[in-house]
C-alpha cells in the first residue's frame, strides 16, 4: 500500500513537471533566438519561430476571454456602420486521471462571432459554436462540472453540427444609461459574472469556477435583458428567457433574474467589483434564489474572487442543489515578455438530498506563445457528495487560439 501511494505520488509530480516544461521550454528557446546575430533557417528553428511575438500588440488575458473579447469587439463595431465583421475563439483540451485507470477525454470546441452594426446605438451579434467531446463528466458523476467547455454538438451519426448558440440585437439610448438586448441570450453572459473565473476558454476549466452550481439558469433562449448605469461605477440590470429554445408560448414561463453591483477604483491597480442577484425558477413553482460575486485586482498582479449563491428549498429539491460557495486567488506577470497567469481555486456544492458536500478544487497555469495562442495546464481535485465514490484526481492541457 506505501509502494503503491508512493508511486502515485511520483506520478502526479511527474506529469505535472511535464506539462509545466513544455511552454516554459518553448518560451526559454524562442527568448535565446534573440540573442543569436545570425538566425538558422533550420526546420527546429522555424518551428520554435511560430510562438515568437510578432508585430502588434499582445492580448491581455481579461480580453482574450470569450466573453471580454466580444465585448471589446462590439465596442468597436460602431465604428463600421453595416459591414458584417467575423472574430473567433478556439479550444482544445485533454484530460485524464492519475489515481484511478487513465481514461483520456478530448474537447475540441469553436466559436465564430459575426456582428454589424447600424449606426451608434444598433448592434446586431451572432455566435455561431460547434463542440467535440463530452469531456471526463460523462464518466465521472458530479454537480460541479470538470469541464465546462463540453457538450458535444454532434448527432448520433457522429456529424458535427454548427449550431447558433446566441443571436440578438442590442440597442442603446440615453447616451448608453440604458442597454437592451433581444433575442437568443445566455443569460450567464450577463449575470454572475466575475472577472477572474467566468471563462472555461481562458481561465479555469472547471463549471463551478465559470458561474455559481447553484445557478439554475436555462439553455439559451429566447429572453431580454434590460440594464441602466450611474456615473460607469453602479448599474441595475434585469432579464426574463424561456426555459427552452423552442420558441413557443413566449409570453408564458419565465426564468426571471434581476442584479445590481458596483465598482471601486475602476481602471486602477485595484479594482474591485461586487455583484448581488436574485432568480425565480417557474419549473420549480417560481421558487428563489439568490447569489452574489466579488473580485479585486491586488497591486496589479494579484486577483482574489469569491462567490455564492442558495436556493430555497422548493428550488433546491427541483434543481438538485441547495447552495454552493467558492473562492480562488491568481497571479499575473509579463515572463520572457509574454503573459503568464496562475488561477487556484476552491469551491463546495451542497447538494439538497445529501448531508456531504461535494469539494473542488483547481490549479491552472497560463502561458502566452504569441499574440493569438496560449497554452495552461491544469490540475483538479474532486471529492465526490456520494459516499460510494471516491477522490478523483486529474491531470489536461488546454490550448486556446484568438483569431
Known sequence: MLFKQ???????????????????????????DYLLSDRDTTLVDQFFGLFETQEGADIPEAQRSKRKQVDEL?????????????????????????VHKPNYQGVGSFDIFAFTSFGKHTILFFDLEAVGGDGPDQIIPNLSGLNADAGSTQSDEGIDHL???????EFRALKDLLTVNVGKIDVTNYFDNNLHAND??????????????????????????????????FYLQFALSSL???????????????????????????????????????????S??????????VAGRFTVFGRYAKNEKKLAEWFGVEQAWSFGLGFKQLFLNREFNVGLAYGQTDPQALDAPEKLAELYISNQFNQWVYLSPHL????????????????????????
Do not use: C
Open 6 to 32: 508512493k508511486e502515485l505520488r511520483m506520478r502526479l509530480i511527474f506529469t505535472w513537471l511535464i506539462l509545466f516544461s513544455i511552454p516554459v521550454f518553448v518560451q526559454a528557446r524562442t527568448e535565446s
Open 74 to 98: 462590439l465596442n468597436a463595431l460602431t465604428q463600421r456602420d453595416g459591414q458584417l465583421q467575423f472574430n473567433g475563439v478556439a479550444t482544445a483540451s485533454l484530460q485524464t486521471e492519475l
Open 163 to 169: 449550431v447558433v448558440l446566441e443571436a440578438w440585437a
Open 200 to 233: 472555461e476558454t481562458s481561465q479555469f476549466l472547471s463549471g463551478a469556477f465559470v458561474n455559481s452550481a447553484a445557478l439554475p439558469a436555462p439553455i439559451n433562449a429566447p429572453g431580454i435583458r434590460l440594464r441602466t448605469s450611474f456615473v460607469n461605477r
Open 244 to 286: 427552452d429554445n423552442s420558441g413557443d408560448d413566449l409570453m408564458r414561463n419565465h426564468f426571471k433574474i434581476a442584479e445590481t453591483g458596483f465598482m471601486l477604483f475602476p481602471n486602477t491597480d485595484w479594482e474591485a467589483n461586487f455583484r448581488i442577484y436574485g432568480f425565480e425558477h417557474p419549473a420549480a413553482g417560481h
Open 288 to 297: 428563489r434564489g439568490f447569489g452574489l460575486s466579488v473580485d479585486e485586482l
Open 380 to 403: 483538479q481535485w474532486l471529492d465526490p457528495a456520494t459516499a460510494n465514490q471516491k477522490e478523483h484526481v486529474l491531470v489536461g492541457l488546454r490550448i486556446n487560439f484568438s483569431y
